[in-house]
């Protein structure tokens, strides 16, 4: 078992930058690939970012390329999500999400309980 817990959410305006924390505990970190999802009422929960184990490979989607980045510390057993230029598009609860592979589709293993993330214009 893995559990998640995230943190760093809140409302920002439009251009500004947040940096979500997701806090994990149970088994060994870096045995897990990390991942951040987002999800708007109505809508599926869909791939921001996620990164190997060992931090090696990230994976960014297209629509936050060159703006939000992911990394983690297995030292701490926290993954990060470095989002700037934030736009209010990006007004959603934010996800963190661990399993044994890294991939973009939306059926991992374990989940934090999600922050909220709003952007305003």
């Known amino acids: 078992q893995v559990q998640l817990v995230e943190s760093g959410g809140g409302l920002v305006q439009a251009g500004g930058s947040l940096r979500l924390s997701c806090a994990a505990s149970?088994?060994?970190?870096?045995?897990?690939?990390m991942g951040w999802f987002r999800q708007v009422p109505g809508k599926e929960r869909v791939i921001v970012a996620a990164?190997?184990?060992?931090?090696?490979?990230?994976y960014v989607a297209a629509s936050v390329k060159d703006r939000f980045t992911i990394s983690r510390d297995n030292t701490k057993n926290t993954v990060y999500l470095q989002m700037n230029s934030l736009k209010p598009e990006d007004t959603a609860v934010y996800y963190c999400?661990?399993?044994?592979?890294?991939?973009?589709?939306?059926?991992?293993?374990?989940w934090g309980q999600g922050t909220q993330v709003t952007v305003s214009s």
């Open positions: 149970g088994r060994t970190f870096s045995a897990y690939a």
């Open positions: 999400a661990a399993d044994e592979r890294l991939r973009v589709a939306n059926d991992y293993a374990y």
């Open positions: 990164v190997s184990g060992n931090g090696y490979n990230t």
